[in-house]
């Protein structure tokens, strides 16, 4: 039986250079193994070299032949589609960064469980927990608290409390990144 011919509108060099620029190492390789059998090598070396066994290489050519680089990458694999929308994945990530109004959504922060309740009561689409946490990361938001702050909390009266602790004690608040000096006492111990 004789080899399958490969299509040679671009040089075995082009391949390799191609390759050296793939991001993907699976493309690479596979243009390496076409590369290496379009400048003579025989099918099973040029597979293995590529990590790959000669009747892969086979099938990838097909593919080579038929689409040219564009079909040595891996097609998207079936599976479920989306319960939401692009659009309602796209507001439900605008929801969850602007966060909850506490008159409107009767929460302070939004936990899985709340986004759950919303996303249901909006577009009547229900998700298990651990489905609104992979929709979130495939959003990619992640799920971690920020530091929790009171509603009424008065960011100038904080400050000013800041302000009065370094004057008084001459020394910036504990994780200012300011090291404090050590000072000696009159008996030449250390403060």
């Not at 039986?1 to 191609?18: G, H, K, N, Q, T």
């Not at 009424?152 to 370094?166: N, R, S, Y």
Request: net charge positive; glycine share 8%.
């Amino acid at each position: 039986m004789c080899a399958l011919v490969i299509r040679d509108d671009i040089s075995p060099e082009e391949l390799r250079r191609r390759a050296r620029q793939e991001s993907d190492g699976r493309v690479a390789a596979r243009l390496f193994a076409i590369a290496n059998a379009l400048d003579g090598m025989d099918r099973a070396t040029a597979a293995r070299l590529a990590g790959m066994d000669r009747q892969t290489l086979r099938d990838w050519v097909h593919r080579y032949n038929e689409e040219g680089i564009a079909g040595l990458s891996n097609r998207p694999l079936p599976g479920r589609s989306p319960k939401l929308t692009e659009g309602q994945m796209a507001a439900l990530k605008a929801v969850v960064l602007a966060g909850p109004d506490p008159a409107v959504d009767g929460v302070v922060r939004w936990r899985i469980v709340d986004l759950c309740r919303w996303v249901d009561e909006r577009w009547g689409v229900s998700y298990s927990e651990t489905g609104m946490l992979r929709l979130l990361w495939s959003l990619d938001l992640s799920h971690r608290k920020t530091r929790p702050r009171h509603p009424q909390t008065d960011e100038k009266a904080q400050h000013a409390f800041k302000k009065i602790l370094w004057a008084t004690d001459g020394r910036a608040p504990v994780g200012f990144g300011v090291q404090h000096p050590t000072q000696e006492t009159a008996n030449g111990d250390l403060v």
